[in-house]
């Protein structure tokens, strides 16, 4: 019996998740690729920034010990001659490719933030900043860009400390929320002494300020980047298909419109130009799948379209207030939310089972799976389809 070497490329919750469900076949060996030695959960980043959690797990706790890693960076990929090359020099042979190499650090177009704004994406770019706020006074004023996740998060943890933070939105506050529940989100910032500035784009960041394109201007010690994402150009620069992000063009299956050998998972991936909304869950939902993908192709199966819906977000406000956000298949927010102590415990819930589902796998491999209804990904594609088809005016 032969057996098929797949590499991933990646080693978070979409690459880990995929590595310990190829295992289900004997006559498969599987090579994960990652820069760093330890596994990064990103949902505490925000926490690692705040010095209140390390964000690091071991991959003995959560990684198939019959899984091989390689501490390396992947600098191309040579997909006619199915192999990978490493910064180190070497280079990997694979039968199967998983991109899995998820998102950090955009480029910000705004002028001076890559002087002046610290990010927070990256575990590098969050120890960064944890050092630079360890050497500054708790009483400086703080600027935080970004009203998503990240942003609000990170400003509850350090708010929290006793820092003067404001947030800069473009638009509002956590756009995702229902407006109930945005509400209470503005409510516990203001317990926590955060200023709120929504509606207006930051135009310039200076060395002790931060330019608003309504002509103000907030006096800033330290700015942090906490806007939009960015995935690693690795795709691209290969020769494989993106979209305008960088995300590596897939069909339904996950399989690169380029090349059946190659499938994607998570953040770096855009089935049908139309990616799922970035989430931990969602990442590993897409590494099982991509998983699956992989073993039906060694099978000689047709591999089956992903279903996959999670209508539900939750936000940490320190360590003592959340809210788990409900919402509706078709991603919209439902009026229904949980807030303050339940919040907390669901969004710490949903922290750790993350690391649980990736462990489970590991000791049982095609184990795990989730939500899907048949409806919502199939509407959303055919509304795709007849807009393309829509005659121009």
Avoid at 3 to 17: H, L
Avoid at 24 to 36: F, K, L, S, Y
Avoid at 40 to 46: D, E, G, I, S, W
Avoid at 190 to 202: C, F, I, P, R, W
Wanted: charged share 20%; hydrophobic share 40%; glycine share 10%.
């Amino acid at each position: 019996m032969s057996t098929n070497e797949v590499v991933v490329i990646g080693g978070g919750y979409a690459g880990v998740m995929a590595a310990n469900r190829l295992l289900q076949r004997d006559d498969v060996r599987v090579t994960v690729i990652n820069p760093r030695e330890v596994f990064v959960p990103r949902l505490r980043l925000h926490q690692l920034v705040g010095a209140t959690h390390d964000a690091a797990v071991e991959y003995r706790e959560i990684l198939a010990e019959q899984v091989r890693l390689v501490v390396d960076s992947v600098t191309r990929i040579d997909a006619d001659a199915r192999t990978v090359h490493l910064s180190g020099g070497d280079s990997i042979g694979y039968d199967y490719l998983v991109y899995a190499v998820g998102s950090g650090i955009p480029a910000p177009r705004v002028p001076g933030a890559a002087e002046f704004a610290y990010p927070v994406a990256t575990v590098e770019a969050a120890q960064r900043l944890r050092s630079v706020l360890f050497d500054t006074p708790v009483s400086v004023p703080v600027t935080v860009i970004g009203g998503g996740p990240t942003g609000i998060e990170t400003a509850a943890e350090l708010a929290e400390q006793g820092r003067a933070i404001t947030v800069a939105c473009g638009s509002v506050l956590a756009p995702y929320l229902h407006p109930k529940a945005r509400r209470t989100a503005r409510k516990y910032l203001a317990k926590l002494g955060v200023t709120v500035v929504e509606g207006s784009d930051v135009t310039a960041i200076e060395r002790h300020a931060v330019q608003l394109g309504d002509g103000r201007t907030l006096t800033s010690e330290v700015t942090i980047w906490a806007a939009g994402f960015g995935v690693p150009d690795l795709a691209g620069r290969s020769g494989l298909s993106v979209d305008a992000t960088g995300r590596l063009l897939t069909d339904e299956t996950l399989t690169s419109i380029d090349d059946e050998r190659i499938v994607a998972a998570g953040d770096s991936s855009a089935p049908s130009d139309l990616p799922f909304r970035m989430s931990a869950y969602t990442a590993y939902c897409l590494g099982a799948h991509a998983a699956d993908t992989v073993l039906h192709r060694i099978a000689g199966e047709q591999p089956a379209p992903i279903d996959l819906a999670f209508p539900a977000m939750c936000l940490s406000f320190g360590r003592d207030a959340g809210i788990y956000q409900l919402g509706h298949k078709d991603e919209t927010a439902m009026r229904l939310y949980f807030g303050g102590f339940a919040g907390k415990k669901l969004k710490e819930f949903a922290c750790e089972a993350g690391i649980k589902h990736l462990a489970t796998e590991a000791r049982k491999p095609g184990s795990h799976h989730w939500f899907s209804d048949g409806e919502h990904r199939p509407a959303l594609l055919r509304a795709r389809r007849s807009a393309s088809a829509a005659p121009v005016a």
